[in-house]
């Protein structure tokens, strides 16, 4: 049988298949009957992103297979194959669909099914940045759990996202392997079919980051092709079906790597056999062209980003350090190079092994740099990533910053030799590697002895902090000589840029303004350029001459001018991955405001998915705008239209993590106390006309500004 054959004999077998579980939820359900995947704005992610056409109820699905039937055309040439993969992958999207019908929840962990929306926005910053550098699909069994483990394990190590579906969901169950998107192994499902919701992932990435029209199948192709780099890992035996998911895989750009080798030919780059499993790594990456950035540090246990959303339990702890309870804390700090030996790494006070089990202990651990091109404005930028180093570390666990950390070290990397003096080497290493321009030499001293941390926490890192607390303060749009530019989206959102000051981060929340700075110094021709401000054409609303001439070099001329102000008059456009959007709500006069976590409903009749819907792909929207959590307390935010006193509604959790300095800016603008209380949440209500009563009855100051609209 040819390849061909295989892949209509496969796609038909599907197609049947669907056909009949179509038939017999409509006679189960009815026609009327409503289907759609939950927590996404686009229902059928997969069939609506080529087709544009929503499916909402089970005659819609019903049709959408007549349509699925007319890709299935039978000539035997290379396209019939890919668009009967194609038709091979809807199907499975519409057997997938059925399962969550009647809000059933057909997938139990560690089992993930389809993924929401907001999981594909989180992926976006680690995407462009590279911190995720590909996307593996593994499919099938291993020939043995080992030899599959091993393979999953060598992608988690490179930071790569790997999916799994089929019979490799056991064996990395069987071998007790952690999964997760915490740890970037998910198990979609053991069905074939749930190879869908990965495909989804590249799918909507295209309708969310990449402004594709849905229906223009040709640019949805060419975009997974050009933008998403994934791959897929067949084990053999291959059947029919799976060598017409295949065929849909190769359709969107993505090669297939099998150790399957009969009645398979070879397509050079697309469709690749490789006996040996242990060599899918590296002919993988070849095959997709994914470069893997190495940092190579001498400890004994894994260090990848994979590595980064781990967690310790109490249980499995050796021990901890926790800035809450005793004195802790982490620091960088400037010196001259005379004051600094490259690579020195003290440990002062007692290691992991002097410490009793399960105990709580101080840790202070300062880090010293020199360099001819350092500034203390650094200083911070480099301290915050000391979260994420410390977290690729395998069993060794990192939250919070400054003096109020808490880092715990697991019992197997204890067991595996981890002690403090391996702390320092990450932090040098990494340190050195991500800040080259800037560090030219780095020391490290961690500090155990309690009476010593309490003092460098109180008599050196505090007085620290407050200065820069101070500078930050400082800091405003109107203080500096310049903003940024931030691109790095552009690698999923070709047409988007983010303006950034320092009373306006940008959207995603992680690049402030001394970020940016700090990114432009250590690369200059890299993603944030200096953009000046000395033309000004508007202050109300923010508008610039030479903020417009950046923003149209750096949009290549897809955006013409930008306010930094306004939700209504050129407001900045979005890539996909913000923390927060929000959205007029017409009745009250004001805006809603929604994160990503946030499942539920918001008065504007949205969700978050929704919402985040409206905008994206570098585009303007008027009336809705993407943006970074610590945006909402800024003194900017919506300055055009009257400021935070336009912010009628919030979840309760955002809500509470900004009320403090929310209440600071709203004093300072309306002389309002407790401005937070006049805000509604989601346990007051979502509905409009009863949000409306709410603000009236608290005196909420949207209610008199005027209209907005
Ligand atoms: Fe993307 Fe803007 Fe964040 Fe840069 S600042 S990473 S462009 S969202
Ligand atoms: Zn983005």
Redesign the pocket.
């Known amino acids: 049988m040819t390849l061909f054959d295989r892949v209509f004999s496969g796609n038909d077998a599907v197609y049947g298949l669907t056909e009949q579980a179509i038939n017999a939820a409509i006679d189960q359900y009815g026609e009327d009957k409503a289907v759609s995947f939950p927590h996404t704005a686009y229902s059928l992610p997969c069939y609506y992103a080529v087709t544009g056409t929503k499916v909402t109820n089970l005659k819609d699905l019903k049709e959408a297979l007549g349509v699925v039937k007319t890709l299935m055309t039978r000539e035997k040439r290379l396209n019939d194959a890919f668009m009967s993969g194609v038709a091979t992958a809807l199907c499975a999207e519409f057997i997938e669909v059925l399962k969550y019908i009647d809000g059933a929840t057909p997938y139990e962990e560690p089992l993930y099914g389809h993924l929401a929306d907001a999981v594909i926005r989180e992926l976006?910053?680690p995407l462009?940045t590279g911190d995720i550098p590909g996307v593996a699909v593994i499919l099938g069994s291993a020939p043995t759990a080992e030899e599959g483990v091993a393979l999953v394990k060598s992608y988690q190590a490179q930071g790569i996202l790997v999916t799994l579906v089929g019979g490799i969901c056991d064996q990395v169950a069987e071998a007790g392997m952690s999964t997760g998107a915490n740890v970037r192994v998910i198990p979609l499902g053991k069905d074939v079919t749930s190879v869908i919701h990965v495909v989804s992932v590249a799918l909507r990435a295209a309708l969310i980051?990449g402004n594709i029209t849905p229906g223009d199948a040709a640019n949805l192709m060419k975009y997974t092709f050009e933008r998403v780099p994934a791959f897929v890992n067949a084990f053999a035996p291959l059947d029919d079906v799976i060598v017409a998911c295949g065929a849909g895989a190769i359709a969107l750009g993505f090669p297939v790597i099998t150790n399957e080798t009969e009645n398979i030919f070879r397509v050079p780059k697309s469709l690749i056999v490789q006996t040996d499993v242990s060599k899918f790594n590296a002919t993988s990456l070849e095959a997709r062209d994914i470069k893997i950035k190495i940092t190579n540090i001498d400890i004994p246990v894994a260090f990848a980003s994979a590595f980064e959303g781990e967690i310790i339990r109490r249980k499995e702890m050796q021990v901890e350090f926790d800035g809450s309870r005793v004195d802790c804390c982490e620091l960088v700090q400037t010196k001259e190079m005379s004051e600094v030996e490259d690579h020195k790494i003290e440990v002062i006070g007692p290691d992991v092994d002097e410490m009793e089990l399960g105990s709580k202990n101080s840790i202070a651990y300062v880090v010293e740099v020199a360099g001819k091109n350092m500034q203390s404005d650094f200083e911070p930028v480099i301290e915050r990533k000391f979260h994420n180093y410390i977290n690729c570390i395998e069993g060794v666990y990192h939250t919070g910053q400054r003096d109020m950390l808490r880092i715990r070290i697991g019992q197997a990397a204890f067991g595996a030799g981890f002690r403090l003096r391996h702390i320092g080497e990450v932090l040098y290493a990494s340190v050195k590697n991500e800040f080259e321009a800037v560090v030219d030499k780095c020391q490290v001293k961690i500090y155990t002895d309690p009476e010593k941390c309490t003092d460098i926490r109180h008599n050196v890192a505090q007085v620290t902090f407050d200065k820069r607390d101070d500078r930050l303060k400082s800091l405003t749009d109107e203080s500096v000589e310049v903003y940024y530019s931030c691109i790095?989206?552009q690698a999923?959102?070709p047409s988007?840029v983010c303006v950034v000051t320092p009373e306006r981060l940008g959207?995603?929340g992680a690049v402030s303004w001394l970020d940016a700075k700090a990114t432009n110094e250590l690369d200059p021709n890299g993603p944030c350029q200096i953009i000046t401000k000395e033309r000004p054409i508007d202050e109300r609303i923010g508008e610039y001459e030479d903020v417009n001439e950046a923003v149209r070099k750096f949009s290549q001329g897809a955006l013409e001018d930008v306010s930094l102000y306004s939700i209504i008059e050129k407001p900045m456009t979005s890539?996909?991955?913000?923390e927060c959007i929000c959205g007029i709500e017409p009745l009250s006069n004001g805006v809603c405001i929604a994160n990503r976590e946030y499942a539920g409903m918001t008065p504007i009749g949205m969700t978050f998915p929704e919402l985040a819907s409206m905008t994206g792909g570098g585009v303007q929207t008027p009336g809705f705008m993407g943006h970074g959590k610590h945006f909402i307390a800024s003194k900017k935010f919506m300055k055009a239209e009257g400021g935070v006193g336009r912010i009628v509604w919030m979840p309760k959790e955002l809500k509470e993590t900004v009320a403090e300095r929310l209440n600071v800016t709203a004093k300072e603008l309306y002389d309002i106390d407790n401005f937070s209380d006049m805000i509604a949440d989601e346990t007051i209500t979502t509905d409009p006309e009863e949000l409306l009563a709410f603000l009236e009855e608290k005196g909420h100051p949207a209610l008199s500004m005027e209209p907005m609209m």
């Open positions: 976006g910053v462009v980051f790095l989206c999923f959102s988007h959207l995603c890539c996909g991955c913000f």
